[in-house]
């Protein structure tokens, strides 16, 4: 998928989670929104290069969005919600072998009290899948999800059991946004308990696939799968 045209600059700080000031290339200094919820570890160093991109929305408060930072090695993309939808233009291109062969994709769909971040369906048959976008480089050299502890990440994987209890495919998609590592991991050190469900969601039959992302100024797409450790 392209994304909007950006502008460049040097990443100050980022604060309050949802805020970092920028130094434009013009000198400049503005703050740009962040739309990452997560810790950032290994993504987030004062100093790096990052991409932003600018709304024309006269009411938005923060008219600059975070996109992307450039670690020296590679491109990483910032803004998790760019996962979602490269997951859907790779499901929706058959891209995914295993989650191809479907007549529909949808977007955030919801089985019980859960939604879901796409719902593959051909007649009866359905398969429910929810994306997670992976930007933390553990220690180890693995690409590693999550990067802070997440009790939403292990209710969406209670879901996608009761999905397959109900008798439909269910999945995990973990979209990794940059290239400087081998090999995908739940990062248990961070988050025991979400290593527990996962493992526990595996063995009631959720499938789980990591895919990785070519990222650039220009273009953020799923291009292969990684293998998990």
């Known amino acids: 998928m392209k994304l909007p045209p950006v502008i460049f600059g040097t990443l100050l700080k980022r604060y309050k989670r949802f805020l970092a000031d920028v130094e434009l290339e013009d000198g400049r200094v503005v703050t740009a929104h962040c739309p990452n919820t997560g810790r950032m570890t290994t993504c987030a160093e004062p100093g790096w290069r990052v991409a932003l991109s600018e709304s024309q929305n006269p009411k938005r408060k923060y008219r600059h969005t975070w ?4 670690n020296g090695a590679c491109w990483i993309c910032v803004n998790t919600g760019r996962a979602n939808a490269m997951a859907f233009e790779a499901v929706s291109k058959g891209w995914i072998p295993e989650l191809a ?25 359905r398969c429910y899948v929810e994306v997670k976008s992976v ?3 553990a220690d180890d050299g693995c690409y590693a999800f999550p990067d802070a502890v997440t009790a939403r990440g292990r209710k ?6 009761d999905a397959v209890e ?10 990794i946004s940059r290239s400087d590592g081998t090999g995908f991991r739940i990062a248990g050190e ?9 493992e526990a969601a595996r063995a009631a039959g959720v499938e789980v696939h990591a895919w990785r992302a070519e990222v650039s100024p220009e273009v953020v797409r799923l291009v292969e799968p990684e293998p998990q450790m």
């Open 190 to 198: 961070i988050d025991p308990d979400y290593f527990r469900a996962l």
């Open 166 to 175: 109900a008798g439909h495919r269910a999945a995990m998609l973990f979209a």
């Open 135 to 137: 930007t933390l480089l």
């Open 67 to 70: 996109e992307l930072v450039h």
């Open 156 to 161: 969406h994987l209670g879901g996608l059991v």
């Open 101 to 125: 062969g479907y007549a529909e994709v949808l977007r955030e769909q919801t089985f019980g009290d859960s939604r879901f971040d796409l719902l593959l369906k051909t007649g009866d048959k």
